[in-house]
């Protein structure tokens, strides 16, 4: 049987006590080197698991700062395939970390559903987000991700309605990706109270672990989100940060952040 490694990062971090952390990069940005240099070190920095965005032409859910990653991706031609050969590269650099693909339907529907799955299984994908799929039109994705135990983890807002987070609870799997505010993807000053909000009435309908996303950038933001929820997910902050570092100090600077973000202490020269 599959290793269930959400399961197993999860259960780590409730053993722990410790606030949840997992971060969001785009896969093949700035370069498809790049992420394979820095999940490994993003991972020894603090992060319990990894979110590798597929780079996709209109990312309507982001914010500016991942829709120019994703962008700068697309233009060097990154494609999902490229995508399941990055996390194949990386499963044996990080063998008990989560690696989820977080994108769009369109590059899956148009790779395969049957393939997909297949290759996700093959190279180790732990999960997939897929941000436009509205959970009633998921269950052919989910039928074949699920028979090869990829989990399909719903994606929750605010504006959720209590019916449709009933029924996205019933066959989720890995977690549950709780959005913290309305609008796209984004650093924020602040953590939006609609995330512990939406929290509470989705731990009603689910024993799954829940992380918080969106608008998260700081490390107290992080300990403020994990009083409810078991993890938060920051992805526009350290993408700025990425987007802002030279390329010879990509991976340092990533690190240090990420390493900031996990509470961890920070040695003056910082690694990579």
């Given amino acids: 049987m599959a290793r269930d490694r959400i399961r197993e990062s999860f259960a780590a971090i409730s053993k722990e006590g ?26 020894e920095a603090g992060a319990d698991a990894v979110e590798l965005g597929v780079p996709f032409s209109d990312p309507l859910a982001e914010g500016p700062t991942i829709q120019q990653s994703s962008f700068l991706a697309v233009q060097q031609q990154v494609s999902l395939a490229d995508c399941l050969g990055m996390v194949e590269q990386l499963r044996d650099k990080v063998p008990d970390t989560p690696l989820v693909l977080m994108g769009y339907y369109n590059p899956i529907f148009n790779y395969g559903l049957v393939k997909f799955a297949q290759e996700a299984q093959r190279v180790g994908v732990d999960g997939i987000i897929a941000v436009d799929l509205p959970h009633v039109e998921s269950a052919p994705l989910a039928e074949q991700c699920r028979a090869k135990g990829v989990h399909i983890i719903p994606l929750l807002a605010p504006t959720s309605t209590d019916a449709s987070i009933r029924t996205a609870c019933t066959d989720a799997g890995g977690f549950i990706y709780c959005i913290s505010l309305t609008g796209v993807t984004g650093a924020r000053d602040s953590v939006s109270d609609r995330g512990a909000q939406l929290v509470d009435r989705v731990r009603a309908h689910t024993s799954l672990p829940l992380a918080v996303g969106f608008g998260i950038s700081r490390r107290e933001h992080v300990v403020d989100v994990c009083r409810k929820a078991e993890a938060a997910v920051v992805g526009s902050a ?30 003056a020269g910082g690694s990579g």
């Fill in 238 to 267: 350290l993408v700025q940060v990425m987007l802002e570092s030279p390329r010879d100090q990509l991976v340092r600077r990533a690190s240090r952040f990420v390493a900031e973000l996990a509470g961890k202490q920070v040695a």
């Fill in 18 to 43: 410790k606030a949840g952390l997992i971060v969001f990069l785009t896969a093949g940005f700035p370069d498809r080197e790049a992420t394979l240099e820095l999940v490994p070190a993003l991972v």
